[in-house]
């Protein structure tokens, strides 16, 4: 028979946390989705508007440029961190030399904020002192990369150096995969013929569906609330040229005293980052069963 001290002994250690998870989580996401169909304005009100906000974020065009970046943004960050992390992981797959050694050297930019990533790239991509600076420096001297001070690439300079810091942790969790993957497999294939890119192609990377899914949920949620990064290399400029959901949700509820906007634009937010989680939930959890 279970002494009684082990058996609320557990559940005391655990309450704190559960406690201030649920309120400082889940309660102020409650509060934020009440300020959202409130009239709040500079201070918060709670005087019920029904869905005037989401009818005046939806005629903001700046929240359509937002959502714009938004797709660009995320379909090539994403696409891009797990295309690189893939190759990347496949590479060091095969057991090379200071595999050690590199594989710290992807992961490093992980370690290190998105704060500086941002500032970093500011500085390699600035046209005075930069990438540019530097090749005119080595004789040509019409070279041209101004894209974080053009408005039509600005986007993309964020897409830079987000996959820059990301790749190498998509690098690690599929490499983890792959090294779970039993080697009898590969050499059956190579008996039978088939080349090294072609099994990788053909029968390892297909296996890989789980860590995909994961690998995908993650870097999703990264990109859907994208803030530092953006606000360190470019601040939404030129313009707001680069805005996403995260940077016009703070400019608007901190800088523009529109905190009902801003709570509806963060609630979009959640929408989007359930609209990723749930159905992979539904799916993990029907696979239980």
Sequence with gaps: ????????????????SFALSLFFIYGLI???GYLSVSASRLLPNYEFAGFAQYANLWAYERFHVALTNMAIFGSLFIGGSMALGLLLAVLLDQKIRAEGVLRTIYLYPMAISFIVT????????????GLERLVRDWGWSTFSFDW???PDRAIYTVVIAGVWQSAG???????????????????AAQVDGASLPRIYWRIIVPSLRPAFFSTLMVVSHLAIKSF????????GGPGFATDLPA???YAMAFSRGQIGLGAASATVMLMMVAAIV???????LRVKR
Excluded: C, H, Q
């Design 1 to 16: 028979m279970t002494p009684p001290r082990t058996a609320w002994l557990p559940r005391l250690v655990v309450a704190p």
């Design 30 to 32: 409650l509060w934020n």
């Design 118 to 129: 941002g500032t970093a790239w500011k500085w390699i991509l600035n046209p005075g002192l």
């Design 148 to 150: 974080l001070v053009n």
């Design 169 to 187: 942790f998509v690098m690690a969790l599929f490499l983890a995969a792959l090294r779970g993957i039993d080697d009898s497999i590969i050499k």
């Design 228 to 235: 530092d990064l953006v606000m360190a290399l470019t601040a």
């Design 247 to 249: 940077t016009f949700m």
């Design 278 to 284: 749930v159905p992979y939930l539904y799916s993990e």
